[in-house]
C-alpha cells in the first residue's frame, strides 16, 4: 500500500525517507537481476573461463590471428600477437575457487547492464521534466551500447595487446614468466571495465549539457586539454605501451567530439524552450 502511494505521488512532493524507499526499491532489483545473470556465469564456467577469458592470450584467438595476417602480409612478424601462448599458474589453495567467485560477479554486471541502467533511469525520471523526458527517450539503449561497445573494444582490441606486451615483457633472460591466475584475470577484468566505462563519455556530457555545466563553447576552448586528459586516462587504462594507450585514447578523443555535437544539440534544445 505505502509503495503504491509513493508511485503515485509526484517526484517533488516525496520526502527524503520517501525518497530513500524509491532507491531502496531500485538498488533490491539491480542486486537481484544481477544475482541472477551471476548465478546463471557461475553455471557455465567451462565457456566463461576457457572460451572467453582465456582465449585472448592464445595465438588461435580471432584478434591475434588477424594481426598476424597482417603482419605476414607486410612481412612483420612482430603484429603475430601472443605468439607463444602464457603460462598461467595458480598458487593459491582457494586461488580459483575465488576468481570462480570473482568473474561469476563481473559477468553478473556486464550482463545485467542494460536492466541496470533502466533501474537508474526509472530512479530519475520522475524528476525530470516533460520536455526533457522526450528528449531523454531511448537513454537506457544508448547508455548500453556505449558500454558494451566499450567492453568489446578492451576485450577484442586492448587486452590482446596487453597480454602480448607485458606477458612477453622481461628484465632478464634468467627470469621466466610465469603469471598468476589471479594477476590475469585482473588485468582482463579492469580493462574491460574501465573502457566499458570510458565509452559513456556522450552520456555524461549529455546530462552536464542538461543542466548547464558544460557548454559546446567551453568543450572546443579545451579540446587540447581534454586530450592530454585523454592519454593521462589511457595510461592509467592499459599497461605502459605506447600502441595501446593511443588505441584508448582515438575512440576517446572521438567521443569527446561527438559529445560537443551533443551538447550543442542540448543547448539549442534549451534556447528553444525558454523563447517558448
Do not use: W
Request: proline letters at 4%; hydrophobic letters at 50%.
Amino acid at each position: 500500500m505505502v509503495k503504491k502511494n509513493l508511485k503515485s505521488k509526484d517526484a517533488n512532493d516525496l520526502t527524503f525517507l520517501e525518497h530513500l524507499e524509491v532507491l531502496r526499491g531500485h538498488l533490491i532489483r539491480a542486486a537481484i537481476s544481477i544475482l541472477v545473470f551471476a548465478i546463471a556465469a557461475f553455471l557455465v564456467k567451462d565457456f566463461i573461463f576457457n572460451v572467453v577469458l582465456l582465449s585472448p592470450k592464445n595465438p588461435e584467438f580471432i584478434t591475434n590471428r588477424l594481426f598476424c595476417e597482417l603482419g605476414n602480409l607486410i612481412n612483420s612478424q612482430r603484429l603475430c600477437l601472443n605468439s607463444e601462448g602464457l603460462n598461467i599458474i595458480n598458487i593459491e589453495l582457494a586461488g580459483q575457487f575465488k576468481i570462480h567467485l570473482r568473474i561469476a560477479f563481473f559477468a553478473g554486471l556486464i550482463l545485467s547492464s542494460p536492466y541496470l541502467f533502466f533501474e537508474i533511469y526509472s530512479f530519475i525520471m520522475p524528476a525530470l521534466k516533460d520536455v526533457e523526458r522526450k528528449y531523454s527517450a531511448g537513454m537506457v539503449f544508448y547508455t548500453s551500447i556505449l558500454f558494451i561497445t566499450g567492453i568489446l573494444f578492451g576485450y577484442f582490441i586492448i587486452i590482446p595487446l596487453t597480454i602480448n606486451f607485458l606477458g612477453g615483457y622481461s628484465v632478464s633472460e634468467q627470469v621466466a614468466n610465469q603469471i598468476a591466475l589471479i594477476s590475469y584475470i585482473g588485468s582482463v577484468t579492469s580493462v574491460t571495465l574501465s573502457t566499458g566505462l570510458a565509452f559513456e563519455l556522450p552520456i555524461m556530457i549529455y546530462f552536464l549539457s542538461m543542466i548547464g555545466l558544460v557548454t559546446p563553447e567551453f568543450m572546443r576552448e579545451y579540446r587540447k586539454h581534454a586530450i592530454v586528459v585523454f592519454l593521462i586516462l589511457s595510461g592509467i587504462i592499459t599497461p605502459p605501451d605506447v600502441i595501446s594507450q593511443f588505441l584508448v585514447c582515438i575512440p576517446l578523443y572521438v567521443l569527446f567530439e561527438a559529445s560537443i555535437l551533443i551538447s550543442k544539440r542540448v543547448q539549442r534544445q534549451r534556447e528553444d524552450r525558454e523563447d517558448e
